[in-house]
C-alpha cells in the first residue's frame, strides 16, 4: 500500500474546500444542515462520501474497460468547469442551475421526511449533493480519477479514492455543523449575490486557462537561455539498406485502438515497440515513447506496442491492460501472445524499436535503452520537423558497471549460475539447502521448491532464496500461485535492508499483489549483497532477476 499516494489524496481533498467548486454544494450544505436532528450533518456527509467514492470507482472500471487515456479526462474536466464558468456569469442560466440543484435537495428531504434524528435523510440529501458535485469537480476529479488509475490494485484505488472523499467531506461537516452560524452572517452575502458569483466565475475561468494553458505559460516567462537548433538533413544512424516493414500478424487481441494494419497507415511515421511489461528495460523506455506518442500524434506519428510475452503470466490481457493504466500508455497496443509479429520482424530484443517512414519502409531500428535522442530527432526528421529536438528528457539509462550481476533467470530453461548441495530437479517437488559460502553473482535455494522451466515456486512457509549480486538496484519478476496477495520479508547481508530497501519494500517486506516485477534493492551506488528472501506463505513465484538502475 503506497501510504505517500493516500496522504496526498487526502490533502487534496481538504484543499476543495478552498476551490472555487465549492461553490455549487455551499447553500445545498448550508440548507439541507439546518433542518432536521444532530444526526443530520453527519449523514449529509457520510452520503457525499459514498455516493463521490462509488463515482470515481466506477469511472476506473469503466477508464480501464475502454482504454481511455487519462490525458482524456482531464480535457474533459477541463471543459464542464468552463461551463460552469460561463453558467455562473449567466443571470438566467444560474438560476436554472439552481433551481436544479434545489429540486435535488428537496427530492433528499422528501425522501428522508419521517425520521426524526435526521440521519437517514442525511443520507440521502449527501448522496444527491455527491452526485450533484462531482461532475462541478472538474480538474479536481480528473486528479483523484487518474490517481485510482494509477493504482495496481483494486485495494488500493479504493484507498486512495476513499482519502480524497475524506478529506473533502470533513471541511463540509464542519460546515454542516456550523450552518446555523455561517447562515446568520450571509445578510451582506445576499445583497451582493450576483457580484460575488460573477467573481467566482471569472475565477473559476481564469482557473481552466491557466489549467489547459499552463505549460506554454512556463515556456513563455522561462529565464533560461533557448536552445540553438540544428538543421537535420538525414536520418542518424539510418538503415544502409531499408527493407519493406514486415505486417503485424497473428494479434490476438488490440487495445487502446481498432485493429491497425501497416498497409492501412501509409502516409504516417510509425514507431514500432517490441516490449513487455515485467521487463525493466523496456519499463524504463516508455516515459520516453508515450511523451513522444504525445508531443507527435497530432503531427503524424503513429506508435504501436507490439506486446510480446516473455513468460505465461504477461500473457493475460487483464495484466497487460493494467499496465497499461499503470504507465499512461495511451497509444495502440497490440498483443502477440503467440510472438508471430516478432517472428515476422525477426526480432530477438526487448525492448525493440523499428522506426518505418511515410512509405511503408523500416529505415532506422534500436535495441535496448538509449539513444533517445537520435531517435526521436529521426522521428522528427521523417515527420519534415527539419530541427532537431528542443529539449530532451533527462537519461535515466542504466549506467555501465564493472562486474554488475548479469540477468538471471531461475527457471531450468535458462537458469544460471545456481550454487547448491544437489542440482536443480525439474518439474517436481524437492527439498534444496544453502550453501555455506554463496560465490558471486551465483543464487540458491533452502527449503522446499518446485523448478518448472520458467519459474521456481515455494513449497511451504519458510523457503529461502539467496543471491549474491553486484548492483546498484535489484529488480525480481514475482507473482503467487493462484494470484493471491501474500508477503515475503527480504535482508541483505544479514541485516534489515534499512535505507538501501527498493520502492515496492515497506518494513523490510514486499506485498506481492500481481504478476510483475519488483524493486527489492536500491543502493546509493552499486555494491556486492548478499540478499535474502524469505517466505512466509506456500505459493510465491520468482522467475528472474535484473539489475542497474
Known sequence: MNGLDIG????????????PCILPVL????????NGGKARPFGIIVGFIAAFSAFVLLSRQIVIALHVDPDVIRYVSLILLFILGLVLLSEKLSDLFSRLTQRAANLGSKVGAGNEGGFASGLVIGALIGLVWTPCAGPILAAVLVQAIRQQTNLQSVSVTMAFALGAGIPMLVIALTGRKIMSHFGFIAQHTSAIRKLFALLILASVAYLGFGSYAQFFFKTSEPVQLQNVSQLENGLKDPY??????GIQDWLNSKPQTLSGLKGKVVLIDFWTYSCINCVRTLPYITGWDRQYRDKGLVIIGVHAPEFEFEKNVANIKSAIARYGIGYPVAVDNDLETWLNYKNRYWPAHYLIDKNGQVVYTHFGEGDYDVTENNIRYLLGLKSKAEVMPPTNESPT????TPETYLGYKRAGNFAGASPLKHDTIASYQTTASLPKHHWTLGGKWRVEGERITAQDSDAVLTLNFTSRK????????????????LSMNGQPLGENAGKDVHEDAVLINGHTLYELVNQASPKTGLLEIKTLAPGFEAYAFTFGD
Open 8 to 19: 496526498l489524496a487526502f490533502i487534496e481533498g481538504l484543499a476543495v474546500v478552498a476551490s
Open 27 to 34: 447553500p445545498l450544505v448550508l440548507s439541507t444542515s439546518i
Open 244 to 249: 519493406p516493414a514486415p505486417e503485424l500478424i
Open 401 to 404: 558497471v564493472t562486474d554488475q
Open 474 to 489: 535489484v529488480f525480481l519478476v514475482m507473482g503467487t500461485s493462484g494470484g493471491k496477495q501474500q508477503e515475503i520479508r
